[in-house]
């Protein structure tokens, strides 16, 4: 089956800091990834996805490539800041001919705290 | 416009007890997905409708949980005889599933239900 696992937390940094998520996958079929963001009292935001190898996703100074040959989707931020904090989820979803495997299968989660 | 919406926000019941949870999708999405999030953990599949039918149910736990969404809008998960390990919050989520070359899914989720079961 489909799994996901990224990098425990809490990770603290301080602002400005340069930011890795690491999130490797197993999946049966090619998949489509993803990472959520959680901020406090907030619901779940797409923050950016990949569907294809060598995709490179992106969104608010965040990035993330899709590498098929190493099964990973890390996140990457070259300057995080204060607004940066919350919960940080790898997703991924199997793109099929239809029906079924369509849910999102997510990690754990890392908590990132961002400190002035 | 207005984004998917889930009521009750909180719930508290007696074990043993019938739960019904509600979510309200973005207008248009023909696609809707129930998901549970236990404390600490990443949330979980429990179901997915293409429009009134469940196309995917594989993630219900067992059979005491049920989900309807009658007229492909408006989705009830239904839970009965619940005991403490139900206690999670619940997400809904819809999205406009459509292939263009590619499937484009993208999934936008409620803010949940906290489920407590005492």
């Known amino acids: 089956g489909n799994s996901v696992t990224q990098m425990e937390g809490p990770v603290t940094l301080s602002e400005e800091a340069f930011l890795t998520i690491n999130c490797t996958y197993t999946a049966t079929g090619y998949p489509s990834l993803f990472w959520y963001v959680q901020y406090p009292g907030e619901g779940l935001q797409l923050l950016l996805k990949?569907?294809?190898?060598?995709d490179k996703g992106s969104n608010k100074g965040f990035e993330a490539t899709y590498r098929k040959e190493t099964t990973s989707f890390h996140l990457e931020k070259g300057s995080v800041q204060v607004s940066d904090s919350a919960v940080y989820f790898c997703a991924l979803s199997d793109q099929g001919s239809g029906g079924g495997a369509d849910g999102l299968t997510f990690g754990k989660g890392t908590h990132l705290i961002i400190q002035p | 416009g207005a984004g998917v919406s889930q009521t009750p926000s909180n719930k508290v019941t007696e074990k043993g007890k019938y739960v019904e949870l509600r979510c309200d999708p973005i207008s248009g999405h023909t696609a809707l997905y129930w998901y549970r999030q236990s404390l600490g953990q990443g949330p979980e599949f429990l179901i997915y409708?293409?429009?009134?039918?469940?196309?995917?149910d594989s993630g219900l736990p067992n059979d005491r949980f049920f989900a309807v969404r009658p007229e492909g809008s408006v989705s009830t998960l239904k839970i009965q005889r619940t005991e403490r390990g139900d206690s999670a919050v619940y997400l809904c989520?819809?999205?406009?599933?459509?292939?263009?070359?590619?499937?484009?899914?993208?999934?936008?989720f409620g803010p949940g239900t906290r489920l407590t079961v005492t």
């Open positions: 409708f293409q429009g009134t039918g469940a196309a995917d």
């Open positions: 989520a819809s999205s406009l599933r459509i292939w263009v070359g590619v499937l484009i899914y993208e999934q936008y």
């Open positions: 990949a569907t294809k190898a060598d």
